[in-house]
């Protein structure tokens, strides 16, 4: 079995303090054919019995679907969307893992005649792109070029107390994945600045990043439409390719903030996006539950 927890929590700060708005927390275990075999969480009452025989990973959401549909705009929801992507630090921590102990990674099967068999994934993201350097190491049977010494994260301590949860240290071979979104009110529209970070810890107990992404965008009322948005491409696996993925976020310019869950999909895929950055995209809805909390 794997076990996997998560913890989010909304707060609002004004001139007295911060105090907390919303949170919740997920727990699961995951049995070894990748599908949730128990589930713990809180708020207790929501019913989460779909997620139980569910496959964690990509294709996740389709499986859950009307459980997201459910949940969404709540801090539980954030938790269970993320689930589609969450494992990815930890599936990355295997593959450090290997490189440090000398342990070749499968490459690309042959076909018939001998010949490289193109791999499922081409053009599914900017790092994955047709005739990207991961994909011609791939298809000419060679290892992934992952970057050969991944940054270590800059430190998050912070003298406020309330600015992070809680972060138990990570073992050799653990992921985890954090997720930041600040909004406030800029004039007549809202800004807002987000990011998440994927980070793995190698054999001898170092923390490296995986992924990190940063967003920072403006909004403009009434309909919290995005009228400038970047993204920043601060840590990734394959930096000749991965980092075109940060100008799709100009695909989102003009889109109302509280449809992003469905529209992200639509208008940001294939090879110049990123399904880790999107997934940062998606949870950029939740902007739109933010706001009145702000206004209140």
């Known amino acids: 079995m794997v076990a996997m927890t998560g913890a989010v929590r909304d707060l609002r700060t004004t001139t007295d303090g911060a105090e907390v708005v919303g949170e919740a927390s997920l727990s699961l275990a995951v049995d070894g054919a990748g599908l949730v075999a128990r589930v713990e969480h809180t708020p207790a009452d929501a019913d989460l019995a779909a997620l139980v025989g569910a496959p964690i990973g990509f294709g996740f959401r389709g499986r859950v679907k009307d459980l997201l549909a459910t949940l969404a705009g709540t801090p539980l929801g954030l938790l269970v969307d993320d689930l589609n992507g969450a494992p990815a630090p930890a599936a990355y921590a295997v593959q450090r893992e290997n490189l440090l102990l000398g342990i070749a990674t499968p490459t690309a099967a042959a076909d018939a005649d001998g010949e490289p068999r193109r791999g499922p994934h081409t053009d599914i993201c900017a790092g994955w792109r047709a005739g990207g350097l991961p994909v011609r190491e791939r298809d000419a049977g060679r290892p992934s070029p992952f970057v050969a010494d991944p940054p270590v994260p800059p430190s998050l301590d912070d003298p406020d107390e309330l600015a992070w949860h809680e972060l138990p240290p990570l073992r050799p071979a653990q992921g985890r994945r954090l997720r930041r979104l600040d909004v406030w009110r800029a004039g007549d529209g809202v800004r807002l600045d987000a990011m998440f970070r994927d980070y793995a810890v190698d054999p001898d107990g170092t923390e490296r990043v995986v992924h990190e992404y940063g967003v920072v965008a403006t909004l403009a009322d009434p309909g919290l439409e995005v009228v ?44 110049a996006s990123c399904t880790h950055l999107n997934d940062l995209f998606r949870s950029l809805a939740d902007v739109a539950v933010l706001v009145p909390l702000i206004d209140g």
């Open 228 to 271: 400038e948005i970047a993204a920043d491409a601060r840590a990734l696996p394959f930096p000749t390719d991965c980092p075109w993925a940060a100008g799709s976020a100009a695909f989102l310019l003009g889109e109302p903030i509280g449809d992003l869950r469905r529209r992200v999909r639509e208008v940001s895929r294939g090879p």
